[in-house]
T-cell receptor, first 113, second 117 residues
């Protein structure tokens, strides 16, 4: 019940395309869903986050879509750029995890020029 | 502001050796965390400290100990290193928010790459 399952493990997208990364969770007590971005040799950094009272949140080219009934959420990167090449982690937290973040396994994104 | 700093950046140990990973933050955050990152397994929480003076086990605490030295510093100790502890270790900090005290954006350090032979 603590797991957050992330797919795909790796993703290659052409410049200008749409990158989509999916996550699923089981614990209905989760109520905070952030995405972290990590560049090689660096620590992860918060990219965007959503709470389940909304179905979508957009910040620039990055959008989180949230489906509470399906217990799924996804990250969409519009107009993907080579600078977006990084590893992306979804995460979840809430009462069910004592408010600790539970991370997905990560998706390595490569955006080709 | 330096944010979250970690030392050392790289370390090679022999099986059975001990070492301490240091972490400090200058953002006046209450909560601090230690994670390990392994290929295909994401970030797994080793220990955390919701506030100065408290520490709690995370998902993978075996083989590790921690010390919250003060509000700024949170160290991770490997008493007898094993090859299974070869990993990249990240320290993070966050403001204490909400019920439970460990929510909010986490700020990560640059990591320590540890190899145990």
């Amino acid at each position: 019940q603590q797991q957050v399952k992330q797919s795909p493990q790796s993703l290659i997208v052409q410049k200008g395309g749409i990158s989509i990364i999916n996550c699923a969770y089981e614990n209905t007590a989760f109520d905070y869903f952030p995405w972290y971005q990590q560049f090689p040799g660096k620590g992860p950094a918060l990219l965007i986050a959503i709470r389940p009272d909304v179905s979508e949140k957009k910040e620039g080219r990055f959008t989180i879509s949230f489906n509470k009934s399906a217990k799924q959420f996804s990250l969409h990167i519009m107009d993907s750029q080579p600078g977006d090449s990084a590893t992306y982690f979804c995460a979840a937290s809430g009462w069910g995890s004592s408010y600790k973040l539970i991370f997905g396994s990560g998706t390595r994104l490569l955006v080709r020029p | 502001n330096a944010g979250v700093t970690q030392t050392p950046k790289f370390q090679v140990l022999k099986t059975g050796q001990s070492m301490t990973l240091q972490c400090a933050q200058d953002m006046n955050h209450n909560s601090m965390y230690w994670y390990r990152q392994d290929p295909g397994m994401g970030l797994r929480l080793i220990y955390y400290s919701a506030s100065e003076g408290t520490t709690d086990k995370g998902e993978v605490p075996n083989g590790y100990n921690v010390s919250r030295l003060n509000k700024r510093e949170f160290s991770l100790r490997l008493e007898s290193a094993a090859p299974s502890q070869t990993s990249v270790y990240f320290c993070a900090s966050s403001e204490r928010r909400g019920e439970g005290g460990t929510r909010g954006e986490q700020f990560f350090g640059p990591g320590t790459r540890l190899t145990v032979l």
